[in-house]
């Protein structure tokens, strides 16, 4: 059975034989106290949890959030060690899925308890030559035994965010040479759509002579989606300035980079939701939970759920859309770039210096049902994997505009067209540090304005967007 189920590191993937080499390694990872049988956890790891499932069992998660329900609390308590140095370790190697952490706890287990002698000699000798490239790549550092997986300055920043820059003002940005003016803002939208709460969010950052973005639609009938698209745009945005600044060729592969920031976003917004289970106490539930009536109860059900998949009819919680990128400015005759990627809905366009608009995404101005969204769990990880990444020069001069789709209501031209040319067109060319916000005021402003007979349904939704100006020669 143990050869069928768990075979020799000699066939397992490269990550696994990393993660294993560092966990056999250390003297104070304590393997020896675990007294769960190896082949159990092969079986789970055959089932392929997700890092977000074995992170709240590692946090000892109500049973049926993943399925750890073997033995006792106490027999339970020495493996959920183990998997919590064995999760802060796969940060370093990048490793994003639970199989994968699993499975090296488990080959670690069949190493040091086989009887099996060839077997033994055979995963040692892997581990030790494996053990000097691994080091490498954490830098040498191997963490002590956490208390939690959920990163405590990730989620502590997250918390603490209090404070929406993208609701009052607004934010305002430029870059050194001032070849790049970036504004952004979000707002609750139109009185007429009788919304409770904002649900967007919108950050930009100056990264050298770049800037970097994101903009987020919390899903409406997702639990804790205002804090979701906050947290997510200023994770993903601060995962992005701190690579424009590690070397020049950081963003070699954009795309690449772009699909990591979305993957850190989606772990911060992870770790939140389980620091919110293992602490639920007011002040935590009052962030979180935003305007929302729901139970704390039947919220942390949803969360759960979020995780275990256990009712796939249920939605997810902590669930929002993620558009993000990066703007290069030109540089002597070659032109600058935009790379973006998108998660669920969104607009990005660009508006050249002759006035023209082209669109970057597919835009249905009518569809309110999302096919994919940003979230913990496997569903936030699925969507991760297809998000759409576009790459688009941009000239000097060039207008570069990206929203949530509350701005896509209601009308069938370009975003940039109705608020340029026909609602907004003295606000919105304005160089003033507050115009994005101002602009969206003045959207909601004009929606508010029709008659009540309309039913267009004209920017009935939260609204936010990201203007980014290229210089002119």
Known sequence: MTLRL??????????????????????????????????????????????????AASCGAPPGVWPMAAGST????????????????????????????????????????????????????????????????????????????????????AFACADRVDESPGGYCVTATGELTAW??????????????????????????????????GVSTSFGSRFAAWTSVRAAVRYLAEQAGAEPSAFADAGEVLRRAAECAQHVVGDCLLHALAHGDEDTWATIRGRETLPVSSARRLMENTLSRAMPSLGPAFATTLVVGVVDPPVARRAGSMVIMRIGDGAAEVAAHDRSVRSLFAVDNVETVISSALCPGVIGSDSVSRAEVVVTQVGHGDQLLVSTDGLTRGHARSVTDVLRRELTPAIFESLDKTAALTVL????????????????????????????????R
């Open 6 to 55: 768990g075979s020799s590191l000699k066939g397992s993937s490269r990550s696994v034989q990393l993660l294993a080499a560092l966990l056999y390694a250390d003297p104070r990872i304590a393997v020896s106290k675990v007294k769960i049988p190896f082949a159990w956890l092969f079986r789970i790891a055959m089932r392929k949890p997700s890092l977000q499932e074995v992170s």
């Open 74 to 157: 106490r027999a339970l308590a020495p493996l959920l060690d183990v998997l919590r140095d064995a999760i802060a370790l796969s940060r370093s190697l990048r490793i994003t899925d639970g199989e994968t952490v699993i499975r090296s706890v488990a080959f670690v287990l069949q190493t040091s308890a086989t009887l099996n002698a060839a077997l033994r000699e055979e995963n040692e000798e892997i581990l030790q030559r494996s053990l000097p490239e691994a080091r490498r790549a954490t830098h040498g550092e191997v963490p002590v035994a956490v208390a939690s997986i959920a990163e405590p300055e990730a989620v502590r920043r």
């Open 184 to 217: 952004f803002a979000a707002h609750v939208g139109p009185r007429r759509a009788n919304i409770r709460e904002n649900q967007d969010a919108a950050w930009a950052e100056v990264a050298g002579d770049r800037v970097v973005f994101a903009i987020a639609d």
């Open 441 to 472: 005021a003045a959207a909601a402003s004009a929606a508010d304005r029709l008659p009540p007979t309309d039913d267009s349904g004209l920017f009935e939704d939260n609204l936010s967007l990201i203007r980014i100006s290229v210089r002119g």
